[in-house]
């Protein structure tokens, strides 16, 4: 059974980077899947941020694009999330997911999230 | 960006209830739509994929149809446990976006 247990600190100070890592059990992060992040704040619902395949090939959404970097580690079985000059807007639930073999495709396991707040 | 508008944005229910939940997409996304439901505190659970198909232990009472602009997921019969936020998400093109959820509460 694929479970996502997600780390990171749920406290980051404007400016400065949220940096979350979703650790992957029970599938190889290199079994044709991709992997993602999404965040979710009452403001803008639900959002895309990233997703990666064990290769490394990205897509990231436009609007996020310029501030984040997703990246894998096989070696770990896990892949990481990257947000740069964060500010109060970023404040949100952020969540590790599994996607399909395309970019294009259902998220079929997610983790558990992580509450992120920016504030100094 | 597709947008996906979902309607209503809420309603009240009560158990046994036949429950229809719509989903329009501001272009035609052919069948790639998903569903998931989120209960409170909870991260989303895939219900549907490819606007009709059940995920995999997901109860029968459970179902979507639509193509191209139009989708629906319905609850036949609500269980206490139906209880939860419901969102679309589409994946025609990047970037996934999602709509903005409809919540299903006890009348």
């Known amino acids: 059974q694929v479970q996502l247990q997600q780390s990171g600190p749920g406290l980051v100070k404007p400016s400065e980077t949220l940096s979350l890592t979703c650790a992957v059990s029970?599938?190889?992060?290199?079994?044709?899947?991709?992997w993602g992040w999404i965040r979710q704040s009452p403001g803008k619902g639900l959002e895309w941020i990233a997703s990666i395949y064990y290769t490394g090939t990205t897509s990231y959404n436009p609007s996020l694009q310029s501030r984040v970097t997703i990246s894998v580690d096989t070696s770990k079985n896990q892949f990481s999330l990257k947000l740069r000059s964060v500010t109060a807007a970023d404040t949100a639930v952020y969540y590790c997911?599994?996607?399909?073999?395309?970019?294009?495709?259902?998220?079929?396991?997610w983790g558990p999230g992580t509450t992120v707040t920016v504030s100094s | 960006d597709i947008q996906l508008t979902q309607s209503p944005s809420s309603l009240s229910a009560s158990e046994g209830d036949r429950v229809t939940i719509t989903c329009q997409a501001s272009q035609d996304i052919y069948k790639y739509l998903n569903w998931y439901q989120q209960r409170p505190g909870k991260a989303p659970k895939l219900l549907i994929y490819d606007a009709s198909n059940l995920e995999t232990g997901v109860p029968s009472r459970f179902s979507g149809s639509g193509f191209g602009i139009d989708f629906t997921l319905t609850i036949s019969t609500l269980q206490p446990e139906d209880f939860a936020t419901y969102f679309c998400?589409?994946?025609?093109?990047?970037?996934?976006?999602f709509g903005g959820g409809t919540k299903v509460e006890i009348q």
């Open positions: 997911a599994r996607g399909g073999p395309t970019i294009l495709s259902a998220l079929d396991v």
């Open positions: 998400q589409q994946y025609d093109d990047l970037p996934l976006t």
């Open positions: 029970g599938h190889s992060i290199s079994d044709a899947h991709h």
